[in-house]
């Protein structure tokens, strides 16, 4: 059970480049979700999806794609990276029912964009 | 919208001490709340989940109360030691939050010293 993974770990982006972080659970979650986290600001939600074929946005989606095609899977898309969207980004898991909720976390992915 | 703010945002402490974190939250209608570990670099770990209904729970050292009334919550760390360094962040799950989403502290830095 390797819990929520996330590649790549670092990645260096130009201006304007896009790229896709993929997000990968092994825990039949139905619940994923997108955050990032800068300096001073805590982690703030992106996107999340409740389910294959649901996504919704979160506080901050402008500049980011999601979309769920299995329950396993969740990518985050830059579409035209931008300096601005330099920061470390989470994505992170739990079930959607029952009286827990407890969310698990991957590792992150520290994006630069230059 | 639910503010969560965490108190201190660092703190310094020899080993051996017991300490207090706190965290307090302006929307008293939540689900659950849950406290992370992140260490540099690296993702987070979730140490204790409280549930609406509950007062407290204990991990080992760790023991995290809930005033759902007043909008606080505390977590407890006994017998301080240098491995406990890290940042420890507060998040709160609201009874409206759309699809689960987490609404974090900014966290608190802790430094044990031997």
């Known amino acids: 059970n390797a819990g929520v993974t996330q590649t790549p770990k670092f990645q260096v982006l130009k201006t304007g480049q896009s790229m896709t972080l993929q997000c990968a659970q092994d825990?039949?979650?139905?619940?994923m979700s997108w955050y990032r986290q800068d300096p001073g600001m805590g982690l703030r939600l992106i996107h999340y999806?409740?389910?294959?074929?649901?996504?919704d946005q979160g506080e901050v989606p402008n500049g980011y794609n999601v979309s769920r095609s299995t329950t396993e899977d969740f990518p985050l898309r830059l579409l035209s990276a931008a300096p601005s969207q330099t920061s470390v980004y989470f994505c992170?898991?739990?079930?959607?029912?029952?009286?827990?909720?407890?969310?698990?976390f991957g590792p992150g992915t520290r994006l630069t964009v230059t | 919208k639910q503010e969560v703010t965490q108190i201190p945002a660092a703190l310094s402490v020899p080993e051996g001490e017991n300490l207090v974190l706190n965290c307090s939250f302006t929307?008293?209608?939540?689900?659950?709340l849950q406290w992370f570990r992140q260490d540099p670099g690296k993702g987070l770990t979730s140490l204790l989940l409280?549930?609406?209904?509950?007062r407290e729970q204990t991990s080992g050292r760790l023991n995290a109360s809930l005033d759902k009334s007043s909008g606080r919550s505390t977590l407890y760390i006994a017998a301080s030691q240098p491995g406990d360094s890290a940042t420890y962040l507060c998040?709160?799950?609201?009874?409206?939050?759309?699809?689960?989403?987490?609404?974090f502290g900014k966290g608190t830095s802790l430094l044990v010293t031997p």
């Open positions: 992170a898991s739990s079930y959607a029912q029952g009286a827990s909720y407890e969310q698990y």
């Open positions: 825990m039949n979650h139905e619940y």
């Open positions: 999806s409740v389910g294959a074929g649901i996504t």
């Open positions: 929307d008293s209608a939540i689900y659950n």
């Open positions: 409280i549930q609406s209904s509950q």
């Open positions: 998040a709160v799950k609201g009874e409206s939050n759309s699809g689960y989403a987490l609404n």
